[in-house]
Antibody, heavy 119, light 110 residues
Framework: QVTLKESGPVLVKPTETLTLTCTVS??????????VSWIRQPPGKALEWLAH???????SYSTSLKSRLTISKDTSKSQVVLTMTNMDPVDTATYYC???????????WGQGTLVTVSS | DIQMTQSPSSLSASVGDRVTITCQAS??????LNWYQQKPGKAPKLLIY???NLETGVPSRFSGSGSGTDFTFTISSLQPEDIATYYC????????????FGQGTRLEIK
């Protein structure tokens, strides 16, 4: 059974760095043709893809947020970590991690974690 | 970056109606287009992949078509449980590539 679970702070202050962890089970982060993405959704708004990382460590970032994002993985811990620097209230959102097939579909999603940016 | 224009942004229809949502890509994406359903408070769920393939377990009233830049998502006979927001999603040059979601279509029952 494939599962993904996000963890991290529920509240961060403006200018701080957000660190989110996605812990996966039911598949290995070393599986060929598989990756993990981070996607966010501000309250009442659309989904926004942020970044993904593949089993061979290839990474890709949203052009608009690239300067603020870093994605990494620890295969032994089955974890994918996303850091986002210089947080702002507009970054308030539910952050999801999802399994990405190399054919481009998200077949499994975490439940999401709401992060609020406020002083 | 490839932009996805999804329309309409909201839609009200009656049970049994045929519902159509469109998604237009800013450049040719072949059939690299997926459709998701998101219910309030839940993560999105994959319905259609590669423009026209029905994900396992998804009811056959859902379908997708198109290629290149223009895509269509259809519910042949709207059911009350279909109330949700629907998103298209394109993928480009994976791996590593990039991904874009449409702006979503909120579907309501009349």
């Amino acid at each position: 059974q494939v599962t993904l679970k996000e963890s991290g702070p529920v509240l961060v202050k403006p200018t701080e760095t957000l660190t989110l962890t996605c812990t996966v089970s039911g598949f290995s982060l070393s599986n060929a043709r598989m990756g993990v993405s981070w996607i966010r959704q501000p309250p009442g708004k659309a989904l926004e893809w942020l970044a993904h990382i593949f089993s061979n460590d290839e990474k890709s970032y949203s052009t608009s947020l690239k300067s603020r994002l870093t994605i990494s993985k620890d295969t032994s811990k089955s974890q994918v970590v996303l850091t986002m620097t210089n947080m702002d209230p507009v970054d308030t959102a539910t952050y999801y991690c999802a399994r990405l097939d190399s054919s481009g579909l998200f077949d499994y999603w975490g439940q999401g974690t709401l992060v609020t940016v406020s002083s | 970056d490839i932009q996805m224009t999804q329309s309409p942004s909201s839609l009200s229809a009656s049970v049994g109606d045929r519902v159509t949502i469109t998604c237009q890509a800013s450049q040719d994406i072949s059939n690299y287009l997926n459709w998701y359903q998101q219910k309030p408070g839940k993560a999105p769920k994959l319905l259609i992949y590669d423009a026209s393939n029905l994900e396992t377990g998804v009811p056959s009233r859902f379908s997708g078509s198109g290629s290149g830049t223009d895509f269509t998502f259809t519910i042949s006979s709207l059911q009350p449980e279909d109330i949700a927001t629907y998103y298209c999603q394109q993928y480009d040059n994976l791996p590593p590539g990039s991904i874009t979601f449409g702006q979503g279509t909120r579907l309501e029952i009349k």
